[in-house]
């Protein structure tokens, strides 16, 4: 009797799961990083890392970028935005370069994040990247 009670809730459990994921939450992402992990290796305190970016917008909606930021700990993160700049619209296929520039303060390890907002008519999309690496 236990057992055809755990097997019946068990059931009912993943029927419930499957049918509580809809659909609406497909990720329909239309921009997209190469490369999205920026991989510093070991850079010495007080230099200046800056590593090349390509943004392209993989759907069909043009995407105009309206913001952009780096962050992060154990390290001075920017973006020099190059064919990036606010304000640039990015048809279907199209893509632009940045560079993520990287000064760290102290040894140790180096981590953070960089991302880019784009908006259009009918559509917005914000795709974030990471930074890895560390400081001697």
Avoid: K, W
Wanted: aromatic share 8%; net charge neutral; glycine share 12%.
């Amino acid at each position: 009797m236990i057992r055809r009670v755990i097997t019946t809730f068990a059931a009912a459990f993943v029927a419930v799961l499957v049918v509580a994921v809809p659909t609406s939450f497909a990720s329909t992402s239309a921009l997209t990083f190469s490369p999205i992990v920026v991989t510093l290796g070991h850079l010495p305190v007080g230099t200046t890392s800056e590593e090349a970016v390509t943004l392209t917008n993989t759907g069909s909606d043009a995407l105009t970028l309206n913001s952009f930021e780096a962050f992060g700990y154990n390290g001075n993160f920017t973006v020099n935005p190059g064919t990036c700049t606010l304000g640039t619209t990015l048809a279907g296929g199209q893509s632009c370069t940045f560079s993520v520039l990287t000064s760290p303060s102290v040894v140790g390890a180096i981590r953070g994040q960089f991302c880019y907002t784009g908006v259009g008519e009918t559509t917005s999309d914000r795709v974030c990247g990471r930074i890895i690496g560390g400081a001697s």
